[in-house]
T-cell receptor, first 121, second 112 residues
C-alpha cells in the first residue's frame, strides 16, 4: 500500500478566510512533505517534517503554517492568503526521516497524495 | 544547487517508442527518479536509478550515467493513456534530508 490521502480535493477561499489542508498516510513513513505546484511547473518544496518535527522550511510565508499532530497526519493551516497562492498543494511521504547523516536509498522515494486544488479569490 | 534540464514537449504515435532525456548538474547526487503526472493529478513514481545502467519495468525503462550527468526514460509500445508530463527528479546527496529537485517536466503527447 503506497497511498497518501489528502482532503479536501478542491478548496475555494477568500483572502480573509482560515482553512486547513489535511494529509494522511499509514505506511509508517517517517518523513512527510508539503509541495506547491503551479500549472505547467514542477512541484516546489515548502516544508519537510522528519519524525514529526519540522526539519525544513523553504522560506515559506507565515500565512502558511504546517502542523504534524502525529506520525500519520500532516496539516497545512492557511490564513490571509493571496490570489497568487492559488495552486495544487501536494503532500508526500517517504520511509526514512532525515538528518544526522542519514543515507537515503533508492527505496526511499517520495509518494504523493492526490493533491488539493486551492483557489484564493 | 542543482540544474536539471529536460525537453519541454515530445509527440509520438501510439505504439511507438519515445525517449525522454534528462541532464543534471548537482553538488551532490543520491539517486535520480522519474515520475508521471497527468494534468491536475499528483505525480506517480515510475522508477529510480542510483547506479549506472538500465533499469527495466515493463514498458518503461530508465538509464543513468553518473559520469555524464545524464538519464533517460524510455517508453515503449506507447498508449494513449501515456499522454502526461514526465518529471525527472534528482535527490541531493549533499544533505541528509534527501531533498528532491525536480526538472520542469516533459509533456508527452501520444497521437492515434
Amino acid at each position: 500500500d503506497t497511498e497518501v490521502t489528502q482532503t479536501p480535493k478542491h478548496l475555494v477561499m477568500g483572502m480573509t478566510n482560515k482553512k486547513s489542508l489535511k494529509c494522511e498516510q499509514h505506511m509508517g513513513h517517517r518523513a512527510m512533505y508539503w509541495y506547491k505546484q503551479k500549472a505547467k511547473k514542477p512541484p516546489e518544496l515548502m516544508f519537510v517534517y522528519s519524525y514529526e518535527k519540522l526539519s525544513i522550511n523553504e522560506s515559506v510565508p507565515s500565512r502558511f503554517s504546517p502542523e504534524c499532530p502525529n506520525s500519520s497526519l500532516l496539516n497545512l493551516h492557511l490564513h490571509a492568503l493571496q490570489p497568487e497562492d492559488s495552486a495544487l498543494y501536494l503532500c508526500a511521504s517517504s520511509p526514512l526521516g532525515g538528518g544526522g547523516g542519514a543515507r537515503h536509498t533508492g527505496t526511499d522515494t517520495q509518494y504523493f497524495g492526490p493533491g488539493t486544488r486551492l483557489t484564493v479569490l | 544547487g542543482q540544474n536539471i534540464d529536460q525537453p519541454t514537449e515530445m509527440t509520438a504515435t501510439e505504439g511507438a517508442i519515445v525517449q525522454i532525456n534528462c541532464t543534471y548538474q548537482t553538488s551532490g547526487f543520491n539517486g535520480l527518479f522519474w515520475y508521471q503526472q497527468h494534468a491536475g493529478e499528483a505525480p506517480t513514481f515510475l522508477s529510480y536509478n542510483v547506479l549506472d545502467g538500465l533499469e527495466e519495468k515493463g514498458r518503461f525503462s530508465s538509464f543513468l550515467s553518473r559520469s555524464k550527468g545524464y538519464s533517460y526514460l524510455l517508453l515503449k509500445e506507447l498508449q494513449m493513456k501515456d499522454s502526461a508530463s514526465y518529471l525527472c527528479a534528482v535527490r541531493d546527496g549533499s544533505d541528509s534530508w534527501g531533498k528532491f529537485q525536480f526538472g520542469a517536466g516533459t509533456q508527452v503527447v501520444v497521437t492515434p
